[in-house]
């Protein structure tokens, strides 16, 4: 079994991505719970047992080490319901009993300008406690997106909040 426990980076790096395109690497794809352990025992998708020991929150694009082969996360997409509030016409008030619905279960969430995304855990119930606080002209739907959207940050330079991750925006949008 193959043994992936060095992180190098990202496939992004000019560096990283020459030394890919030379030598080729392996792909490894995991689930959102898988990226955040710190040992995941898997089968590459060239079909090599390998283990992933890290200590850190995993992305796509990273890249690791086992032995002497590169190795590629790839991340499996989590179905997530996205509110758009951007048409919507309501009080200050309307927001804030949205977010402490949301905040009060524990559900994390990510700020995309005028969207807020949730994980999808169960779209019935979710559905059934979030519609009623839906302000007027607000849209509902679903979409694939990746687990590291809920990390509440860009990148590896920080400490992740398990369980509670919010994007807040940032720029002009905001």
């Not at 779209?123 to 990390?151: C, N």
Request: proline share 5%; hydrophobic share 35%; no cysteine.
């Amino acid at each position: 079994m193959l043994v992936a426990d060095t992180y190098l980076g990202s496939r992004t790096d000019d560096d990283l991505a020459a030394r890919i395109d030379r030598e080729g690497a392996l792909t490894v794809r995991l689930d959102g719970t898988e990226r955040r352990r710190s040992r995941v025992r898997t089968t590459t998708e060239e079909g090599h047992d390998i283990g992933v020991v890290t200590p850190r929150d995993l992305d796509a694009g990273d890249v690791l080490a086992a032995d002497d082969r590169l190795v590629v996360v790839e991340l499996d997409a989590v179905e997530a319901m996205v509110i758009d509030l951007a048409a919507a016409d309501a009080p200050l008030t309307t927001g804030v009993a949205l977010g402490h619905a949301v905040g009060n279960r524990h559900w994390d969430l990510a700020i995309r300008g005028e969207t807020v995304s949730l994980p999808v855990t169960d779209r019935k119930r979710m559905e059934r406690e979030v519609r009623p606080l839906l302000p007027d002209g607000a849209t509902l739907e679903y979409e694939q997106v990746s687990p590291s959207l809920f990390d509440g940050e860009s990148g590896h330079e920080h400490e992740h909040e398990h369980g509670h991750g919010i994007q807040r925006p940032t720029g002009p949008d905001r």
